[in-house]
């Protein structure tokens, strides 16, 4: 399985970007999906996910709101539309695939698995 992550960028507060993951080697459509984010000196934290039956969506209460997770099953690819942008958001993002299950509540870094590399946001003042 390799997992592709893109869209990241250097965006000003306020602004907006939308990440895209695309997955290969995997039946997409049967697994839930998740996205997460490690800010400088923190650990990794789950902040959105979706279930292989959408709507069943979960975000965390720092995007909640300015945030929308959607899913693409013809082109194995996850989204994450992030508007108004501030400096705490500025973090490597990843995706990932639940092991099994649906998309219910903060996503565990130990539940899913096929990470990619990750694409750095970064948020100016």
């Known amino acids: 399985v390799h997992v592709a992550e893109s869209g990241g960028d250097l965006v000003q507060a306020g602004g907006s970007l939308r990440l895209s993951c695309t997955f290969s080697g995997l039946s997409f459509r049967l697994y839930t999906v998740g996205w997460f984010r490690q800010a400088p000196g923190k650990e990794r934290e789950g902040i959105s996910c979706?279930?292989?039956?959408?709507?069943?969506?979960y975000y965390a209460d720092s995007i909640r709101g300015r945030a929308s997770i959607s899913r693409d099953n013809a082109k194995s690819t996850l989204y994450l539309q992030l508007d108004n942008l501030q400096s705490a958001d500025t973090a490597m993002y990843y995706c990932?695939?639940?092991?099994?299950?649906?998309?219910?509540?903060?996503?565990?870094?130990?539940?899913?698995?096929?990470w990619g590399q990750g694409t750095q946001v970064t948020v100016s003042p």
């Open positions: 979706i279930s292989w039956n959408d709507p069943g969506t």
């Open positions: 990932a695939n639940r092991i099994q299950g649906p998309c219910s509540g903060s996503p565990r870094e130990s539940d899913y698995r096929n």
